[in-house]
């Protein structure tokens, strides 16, 4: 890397269908601007989120530590705060402009921290924002109506039209497309946003800048806009390989989900589901595209040699797979866990890719190391820093994420990576091991396999090792550690 500080991008996308994109033939999204930055960058190829839920990662993704320390454990507001510094005032020490624009849903204020921007409080919804109206009046733009074609909350959101300035369908299971013409999808408007402020004079000349831009999409609701509307042909998308699973080697709140969800969606044979998945492809190439100009945007601005974009997710989707699931699951199932990371930028090799076991809340210490400040003893994530130039010295032998369950479910799950194998652990004791080189769709549960008992005795004392190493110790997790310690006692 150069010694000039660089300018630091980091662009997150929420709730991504990578696993289908990374692991299916057929009709899929095209992913550009992540084929483009993979191309002109380093790609890791291993990225696991450190949470398969939006708000325990996203602070993970702004402290560097995990839920347990963070103590966000869920997709709620108002869960307590347990004190650590958020990267953003660490790089305005190092002298950084610090912009943020679009979803925070992490749980800090980032408000008193002087961070300039966009960021409605909570979840957010973009579409009932002054701000959005203002933009869609400066650029003579139509209010975004959306066509939903297919949701299940159909008490509540019957298919039919709905302006989106007036009505809060925004996080519903739901698709259909945006009928209104012109850019009005949210990742324009945050965008064109975050360009505004790279644009603006309000800086110093030769002031590096922090500039972060979280997308809501293609998080469901999957609302395409017209210039992505039926660019995939449905009867093209293949079925997903586990969509026939029952997911019966699953814990019990699993199993109670999945019933839950098939019960109230109209789709249920593969045919029913390929328009869906059409739609949420589509949402994802939209999103995709919009990106691609933004980066275009930086090269025309003179900003890309001097500049580091990071692009990764906050997890997963599990769409269509394992008999057909929606949203998060309530599970560590590898369709949330395995999420996009490409890094370019000064002293990146082009075309670099990299297998190293690494998580988005690594790229936490990444921008601190990157701004010249010092990554704090404490922080759970590893600097992905030696990697981007080459090196490979700060690896991990595996990689613990965890999880606390979804909605009104409490479940303590922990999965542990090392090598091809997977391991969870529950509060349930109903736990899964998984050879994903030979199983990458999780469809063949080892756990009661003699020939793989060491293996799982060995991926337990992992589990155990880890939980001890980053003070993993809640009354949840000691229940888990005793449970684990006893088994690898008998085995």
Not at 110 to 116: D, I, K, S, T
Not at 154 to 176: A, C, M, V, W
Not at 282 to 310: C, K, M, P, Q, S
Not at 459 to 485: P, Q, V, W
Request: one cysteine or more; proline letters at 5%; glycine letters at 8%.
């Amino acid at each position: 890397m150069t010694d000039r500080k660089p300018n630091i991008v980091w662009i997150m996308l929420d709730h991504v269908t990578f696993r289908h994109y990374k692991m299916t033939s057929g009709a899929k999204p095209a992913l550009i601007a992540y084929e483009r930055l993979a191309g002109e960058g380093a790609e890791f190829t291993q990225c696991r989120s450190v949470h398969p839920l939006c708000l325990p990662a996203r602070a993970s993704m702004m402290t560097g530590v995990y839920a347990h320390k963070h103590r966000k454990y869920r997709n709620r507001e108002g869960q307590e705060d347990a004190g650590y510094p958020l990267y953003f005032e660490t790089l305005a020490k190092q002298g950084y402009r610090v912009g943020y624009f679009g979803k925070n849903h992490s749980g800090f204020e980032l408000q008193p921290l002087g961070v300039e921007g966009f960021y409605p409080g909570g979840y957010g919804n973009p579409y009932l924002t002054d701000e959005y109206k203002r933009y869609l009046t400066r650029n003579g733009l139509e209010a975004p109506v959306f066509v939903q074609e297919w949701g299940i909350n159909q008490g509540r959101f019957p298919n039919g039209e709905y302006d989106l300035t007036e009505t809060n369908n925004f996080n519903t299971y739901s698709s259909g497309y945006i009928k209104s013409p012109g850019p009005v999808h949210e990742s324009d408007f945050l965008l064109a946003m975050a360009e505004d402020w790279l644009t603006s004079e309000t800086s110093p000349a030769g002031q590096p800048f922090s500039l972060r831009v979280d997308i809501w999409g293609p998080h469901q609701a999957y609302q395409v806009p017209l210039a992505s509307k039926d660019t995939i042909d449905p009867r093209a998308i293949e079925e997903y390989p586990s969509f026939a699973d029952e997911m019966k080697d699953r814990p019990g709140f699993v199993q109670s989900y999945h019933a839950n969800i098939r019960d109230r969606n109209a789709a249920q044979s593969w045919e029913e589901w390929q328009p869906v998945m059409q739609r949420a492809y589509e949402h994802y190439n939209y999103i995709e595209n919009a990106v691609h100009r933004f980066l275009d945007r930086l090269e025309a601005l003179g900003l890309a040699d001097n500049t580091v974009v990071l692009y990764t997710a906050d997890h997963g989707d599990s769409l269509g797979s394992h008999g057909g699931m929606v949203d998060k699951a309530g599970d560590m199932m590898e369709e949330l866990m395995h999420i996009p990371l490409v890094v370019r930028g000064p002293g990146v090799k082009a075309g670099a890719r990299s297998e190293a076991l690494v998580s988005n809340f690594d790229l936490v210490p990444t921008v601190l190391e990157l701004a010249g400040a010092a990554v704090p003893e404490w922080m759970d994530g590893r600097s992905l820093v030696s990697e981007l130039g080459g090196a490979a010295a700060n690896r991990r032998e595996d990689f613990m994420a965890e999880h606390y369950g979804h909605f009104d479910v409490h479940a303590v799950q922990r999965a542990l990576y090392y090598k091809n194998y997977k391991y969870v652990a529950s509060d349930e004791w109903v736990h899964e091991l998984y050879d994903l080189q030979a199983d990458p769709f999780e469809m063949n549960n080892l756990c009661s396999d003699p020939a793989y008992a060491p293996i799982l005795s060995e991926m337990r004392a992992r589990l155990l090792a880890n939980m001890k190493r980053f003070d993993d110790t809640g009354d949840d997790s000691r229940r888990l550690a005793r449970a684990l310690e006893a088994a690898i006692a008998e085995s």
